[in-house]
C-alpha cells in the first residue's frame, strides 16, 4: 500500500508555532509566512478518520494552487510558492472570522432546511416552489461564522456587521469578491464538462488589505455536479451525479455513522482506503483537467522538510 503522510512535527527556521487542523498542519514562520502542508488526513462530520489516505494531500494542494493562480488577477491571494507537491507557502493574514459560503443551486444543508419549510437561510429569502438541486435565479452567499470549536454556525450579512465581527467595508469587499470568483469558478467548471454547485472561500487582512486564503475551489470545501445529465436528472427528481467528497460521507452512514456519541467509525479497508485515493486522483483529473502525476511517496516527511527548508533559506 502506498504511504500516507497524517503528521507533520517540523522544526523550521524562524517557526513561532504550529497547528493541527483537521487536514492541514500550518506552521507559522516568524508571523509573516504560513507553511501549510496538506497531508493526507481525511474527515467526515467534523472527525479525523483513522486511515491516510495516499495522494489525497498532493490533490488538493495542487488543485488550490492552480485556481489561486488562476484567480489572481480577480484578488490578491495569500500564496507565494509551492515548494512541494504538498505544500504551500504564503502570507500570514489575520482571517477574518466568516467563512463566504456562495451557493448556486438548492443541494445539501440549504435543501434540507428549505424542506423544513425555512424560506431564509442566513438573511437570504429563497423563492417558494424550488427542488432539490434546482439553480437559483442568481447565486446566494449564506455565510457562516468560524467556531474554535464545534460546528460553525449561519449568520446574516446584518447580522455580521452589527456585531463588529467584520467592518461593513471589508465585508462588502468580500461579498464582490466571493461573486466574481464564484463566476471564474463556474466558467473554468463548465470547460470540464462540470458545474460548480456550491463552495466556500476565506479571506484574512495583512497591512490593511484583504487577501484570499486558504484553498479554493477544490473537493473538500466545494461541490461539483457532472453537467451531462444534469437536466435529464433533475427532471425526474434523480441524485446527481457529483464530483466531492460526499462519497465519503455516504459510505459512512450506509456503516452507521454520522460523528454522532457513541458510534464507531467503521473498517477502512486497504482496499476501501485505495479506492478513496483513486476517487480523489479522478476528482483532480476531472476538476483540473490534466493528468494527475503521482509524488514519490517513500520517504514523504523527509522530502517535503528538505523543500520547505531549501524554500526558507532562499526566501
Known sequence: MKKALVRTDFNFPGQKSVYHGKVRDVYNINDDLLVMVATDRISAFDVIL??????KGQVLNQIAAKFLDATADIVPNWKLATPDPMVTVGLMCEGFRVEMIIRGYLTGSAWREYQAGCRTLCGVTLPEGMKENQKFPTPIITPTTKADAGHDENISKEEIIAQGIVSKEDYELMEKYTYALFQRGTEMAAEKGLILVDTKYEFGKKDGKVYLIDEIHTPDSSRYFYAEGYEEKFAKGEPQKQLSKEFVRQWLIEHDFMGKDGQQVPEMTEEYVTSVSDRYIELYENIVGE??????????????????????KNK
Open 50 to 55: 483513522p486511515e491516510g489516505i495516499p495522494y
Open 291 to 312: 493528468k494527475f502525476v503521482k509524488a514519490d511517496t517513500d520517504n514523504l516527511a523527509t522530502r517535503i522538510e528538505k523543500n520547505i527548508t531549501a524554500y526558507l
